[in-house]
């Protein structure tokens, strides 16, 4: 006779130990829900903050939500066999975790989550996304493209022509493109409106919003290349 039947048996002549399992299972949810209790305090803390600079304030409600989602995990695992099929969604479910978190490599910084689209720089930016992790990328890139300058507003100061093989830095110019190479950091475009600040908001949309990038590097700075003094830009297609 297996302890479930035995147990099963007990509980039924001894009505006691059916209330004891009840309250057993009542402490388990109570336990199991105290993560998820812990994370949405932090959250409720946050949201009444007046500090906005990244999701680094928030970042231990990770740890329970990773919790609850293990159990939950341990949980669906568990259920009785005549409905299998719950496994099945948990084996999808652990599989797209990781699979997106693979895919992520080596971005792992600016990576958000499938719903964020192809442009999560719209919805954050900054420490969130853009922490001048793709400086070396773009030295590489303006090598490779034989730039002998490029306009470039950097994220911080810094020799980049000495650590991260620059060409000669011009200014970015706010109000229009700069013939030749354009680099644009996310963070310098989307927060700080190309170092202008809340100042000239009549600059708006700034030349950015308006013109397809060549191309993008990594993913937190973009790259436009526009033809020397005398040529006709190419025609604004982004808002």
Known sequence: MTAHKTAHKTAHKNPSCVRVVAVRRRSEFRLGFLPLAYALGVLGVAAFSHINIGVRHILPVYTGFSLVAGAAAVHLWRIPAEKRWTRYVLAAAILWFGGTSLAADPDYLPYFNGLAGSHPERILVDSDFDWGQDTNRLGAR???????????????????????????????????????????????????????????????????????????VGKSIYLWYFPPPGSSLPPPRRR
């Open 142 to 216: 303006l090598r490779e493209l034989g730039a002998r300058e490029v306009s470039f507003q950097p994220f911080t100061a810094g020799d980049f022509q000495h650590f991260h093989g620059f060409p000669p830095l011009r200014e970015i110019n706010p109000a229009a493109p700069s013939y030749g190479w354009n680099a644009v950091g996310v963070t310098t475009w989307k927060e700080r409106r190309l170092n202008l600040g809340d100042r000239y908001p009549e600059l708006d949309p700034l030349w950015p919003d308006l013109y397809e990038p060549t191309e993008e």
